[in-house]
């Protein structure tokens, strides 16, 4: 599949940095703007999490590791509701 310049255009808007991620995400209250996705354990969880911990981590901005890590002890995993609805979602998406 190819995509025409204005359309990679707007893909490439679509990204947000880990910087523009964490205020949404934190500063704002946003934590729906990150979202789940299947992990290989088969667990639902919020992995766009790990990877800004791990990036701020690199970055040895552990004021921003405190907090995220505070956010992922209670939004890290999808709680039984959300797992189940997902992997309805999931089944409904491989028919």
Do not use: P
């Not at 995400?25 to 996705?37: K, Q, S």
């Not at 299947?38 to 990036?55: S, T």
Request: charge should be negative; include cysteine; glycine fraction near 4%.
């Amino acid at each position: 599949m190819s995509l025409d310049k204005d359309s990679l255009v707007e893909v490439a808007k679509s990204f947000r940095s880990y910087d523009e991620s964490y205020k949404i995400i934190v500063e704002e209250g946003d934590i729906d703007a990150c979202l789940f996705c299947l992990d290989g354990d088969g667990v639902w969880k919020r992995a766009e999490l790990q990877w800004m911990l791990e990036f701020f981590l690199e970055k040895e901005d552990y004021e921003k590791c405190s907090r995220l890590q505070t956010i992922m002890n209670e939004h890290y995993f999808a709680d039984y509701k959300k797992q189940e609805d997902l992997n309805k979602k999931l089944r409904e998406n491989q028919k």
